[in-house]
């Protein structure tokens, strides 16, 4: 008798790593202001941390379309929970034993981002290859883990720093490195099926000549930008460009955006049977571009704070929906697909927190005219989602 596969157990494991994901990304914009404070970092060089970041994930997503499916997907999906516990301990030491103290940070950052990269790339594939039904619900639901891990992060850090003071994140930082440590032996024994047989997913240069997968990578590219744009500059918006305190802040800008996001998810993993994806991705793309707007533009800080965080809802349904518009339309896309999807997603996200900061550098450090800048993205992305809904199925591959 052949015993059945416990996809649980596979579940229970790509969620833990969206969740390490989440860590890696929203654990060091909480120390943006320590950083320039206890180290000379001006908000230019800060800027650079979440490129460093997301230009990293952008070359490991290039690289995983070739390396991914040879190595195979347990070997990979475990070295990123590996990777990424040794950057969150080196951040912790690093920076201080440097000269340079900014070089000691992009290191760190560099190791983690790869983790985040690998994590990016396979987790998906890796659920969409399990035998459940509703793949729309459950990629939504899926994603929704990162952002319950970022909400973790920042609540659990802004508790941390209350009790203990800033000046001690670095042992928060190795605390957090036991998440991804804990996980690696989950990917080592749950079950993992292939995304495609061998040979029959598209290859990298089908995929490019395709316009309607091209179509799929303005929408991944907006969905990152849209989301880490704010993500990446809500807490040091909310400390300094409306003037709360910084245990305020945090909770008020980017964990409410991060439970926000999650609960945008969950809800539409919960309806998705009975809602059109297109439609759904349609309006949330417009309340994005209103929410920048009134972070950007209001006078009052109760309406910037609103803002801020009802952005978070706006934004939830992007990226994974894009995931799942793609898989829709080019099902036989594979690994390759599923990697340059990650790879644009990152790119929007190493461009928007740049855009943000150096617009808000020219600006005086107003760090509301950064913001404003970046509602240019949610835009193209709703010119976008019009263009693709417009294609008929028998157009899809």
């Known amino acids: 008798m052949t015993k059945q596969k416990n ?6 494991a790509c969620y833990l790593g969206f969740v390490t994901q989440a860590i890696t990304a929203n654990f060091a914009p909480l120390l943006f202001l320590t950083f320039r404070n206890s180290y000379g970092i001006s ?5 650079m941390i979440p490129l460093v970041f997301y230009f990293t994930q952008l070359t490991v997503d290039i690289a995983a379309t070739k390396f991914a499916d040879k190595i195979g997907y347990r070997i990979c999906v475990t070295a990123s929970q590996v990777v990424s516990a040794l950057g969150l301990v080196l951040m912790a030491f690093l ?3 440097m000269a340079n103290h900014f070089a000691g940070i992009i290191i760190s950052v560099v190791f983690y981002s790869v983790g985040s990269g690998l994590i990016e790339v396979l987790i998906s594939p890796i659920v969409e290859a399990c035998p459940f039904e509703n793949k729309e619900g459950m ?26 003071g800033t000046e001690n994140w670095k042992i928060l930082a190795v605390i957090w490195a ?3 440590l804990i996980n690696t032996f989950n990917f ?10 061998d040979g029959q997913g598209m290859k990298p240069i089908q995929l490019l000549k395709l316009p309607l997968f091209w179509l799929m990578i303005i929408l991944m590219v907006c969905s990152g930008a849209s989301e880490i744009a704010m993500a990446q500059w809500a807490s040091a918006f909310t400390e300094a460009a409306i003037g709360v305190s910084k245990t305020v802040g945090d909770l008020a800008g980017p964990c409410l955006f991060a439970v926000l996001m999650g609960i945008s998810r969950v809800l539409y993993s919960r309806f998705s ?6 439609k759904v991705m349609l309006i949330c793309g417009v309340m994005c571009a209103g929410c920048y707007l009134m972070a950007a533009l209001a006078e009052s800080a109760v309406l910037g704070l609103a803002g801020c965080a009802v952005c978070g809802f706006s934004v ?10 793609s898989s829709q339309k080019c099902q036989k896309g594979g690994t390759a697909m599923f990697a340059f999807l990650a790879l644009a997603g990152d790119l929007g996200g190493m461009i928007s927190p740049a855009v943000v900061g150096s617009i808000s550098e020219a600006a005086g450090g107003n760090l509301k005219a950064g913001l404003l800048a970046a509602a240019v993205f949610p835009v193209v992305l709703v010119a976008d989602l019009i263009v693709v809904s417009r294609i008929k199925s028998k157009d899809t591959v």
Request: proline residues 6%.
């Open 316 to 325: 939830g349904i992007m990226w994974p929906g894009s995931i799942s518009i």
């Open 95 to 97: 920076p201080q034993m």
């Open 188 to 197: 080592i024994s749950c079950p993992i099926e292939r995304l495609v047989d």
């Open 43 to 47: 908000l230019k060089q800060i800027a």
């Open 273 to 278: 049977k009975k809602l059109k994806l297109a």
């Open 7 to 12: 996809y649980k157990k596979t579940l229970k």
């Open 178 to 180: 036991l998440v991804p």
């Open 139 to 164: 990629m939504s639901l899926l994603h929704s883990f990162y952002c319950w891990g970022a909400a973790a992060v920042i609540l659990g850090s802004t508790v941390f720093f209350a009790i203990f």
